[in-house]
């Protein structure tokens, strides 16, 4: 009854072809031609499941209105979500937290008895017959037979000429302040995840406090983050303010080359966040040697911090939100099974000083 995988993401948008276009200009997905979970959907996240009366990964729109355009790249499965009517939850979440992840499938060995046993430990059940439940805030959580998506057989099982991105690496998600240690109890009792680190992050006058949740598969990986509000308010307490409360901040996307990943994609017109040179030339006394040359690293602004297996790279996304809230980040593991302590408080310098531009 545990839990593997994340099968796909179900991305909240007011134009899912809209959506779904620029995530195949910008970073390469393609139409997932894998067929989808024939599980009931509920009146909450209703995907249009018509499958058997469209083209494999072409826009699905069902009788109330409801579009979804389901996307693949590696193992990452992306099902973008419109809806018509206003009064459709899918539109009512889009209204109250613009375009966002509302839920995140879990692929589960059993997914009946996965979810018995969230409900056991108080998770709200939002649709039984759909198997899903109250996460994060308004971001729900499903249940799924665990087919991974590197598993499947036919085309989408294949890499897709010229991928870029392999599998989501992990899921960060803001909580408000005092609900980071009920989170984590949640998903030890309900999911059946385990705490593998923790962090007290400062930066300047703020500060916010981080722990991370895997499972056993170490497939499924959630960073959960909350603001000290005993210190000067920040990027979370900016996050949960524009937001309207808890959600996914940033899905980080994993790459076996993040070097080419950024070339690639930063030629698409895709900009990212800056590192100012002072990180670089402290690199060699931190690190010593690094396994991507540091002149590579200084050029493509990307991150690196390692641990006792290995070195990790990363960098972010600068967010094309509306509020300036939800953004990605792309990571190359070369053996480091951690977050990258360093890291996190470079990417949170990073994303002030992109607010303080972006406020003159």
């Known amino acids: 009854m545990s839990i593997q995988s994340i099968t796909h993401v179900e991305f909240h948008c007011a134009d899912a072809d809209k959506t779904a276009a620029g995530l195949r200009a910008d970073f390469g997905f393609v139409p997932d031609e894998r067929t989808p979970d024939t599980r009931t959907p509920d009146a909450r996240t209703p995907d249009a499941r018509t499958s058997a009366e469209q083209a494999p990964g072409e826009p699905a729109a069902g009788p109330d209105g409801v579009r979804t355009v389901r996307l693949r790249q590696g193992d990452i499965r992306l099902h973008l979500v419109s809806a018509a009517d206003p009064a459709h939850p899918v539109a009512r979440f889009v209204a109250v937290h613009g375009d966002g992840v509302g839920v995140i499938a879990l692929g589960c060995t059993d997914p009946q008895a996965s979810l018995e046993r969230a409900e056991r430990h108080g998770a709200r059940v939002l649709d039984r017959t759909g198997g899903l439940v109250a996460g994060f805030g308004d971001v729900a959580l499903r249940f799924v037979p665990d087919t991974a998506a590197g598993a499947a057989s036919g085309p989408a099982a294949e890499a897709a000429p010229g991928a870029l991105l392999d599998a989501l690496d992990h899921a960060a998600i803001c909580v408000p302040a005092g609900e980071l240690a009920p989170a984590v109890r949640f998903c030890e009792a309900a999911l059946g995840l385990h705490r593998i680190f923790g962090e007290y992050i400062e930066v300047g006058e703020q500060a916010m406090d981080s722990s991370v949740v895997q499972s056993a598969s170490g497939e499924v990986t959630f960073t959960l983050i909350e603001p000290d509000t005993s210190r000067r308010p920040g990027q979370i307490d900016t996050f949960l303010a524009d937001n309207e409360g808890a959600g996914v901040q940033h899905l980080a996307f994993r790459t076996g080359d993040i070097a080419t990943a950024v070339r690639t994609i930063r030629e698409r017109g895709v900009e990212f966040l800056t590192t100012p040179g002072a990180y670089y030339d402290a690199l060699a006394e931190r690190l010593g040697g690094t396994a991507i040359p540091v002149d590579t690293l200084r050029e493509l602004d990307v991150l690196v ?23 990605l980040e792309l990571i190359e593991r070369q053996g480091a099974g951690t977050f990258g302590t360093a890291n996190i408080k470079a990417l949170y310098e990073a994303v002030e000083r992109t607010n303080a531009t972006a406020s003159v």
């Not at 390692?306 to 972010?316: N, V």
């Open 305 to 327: 911090d390692q641990d006792h297996g290995g070195q990790l790279f990363q960098i972010f996304l600068r967010s094309t939100h509306p509020r300036r809230t939800y953004f």
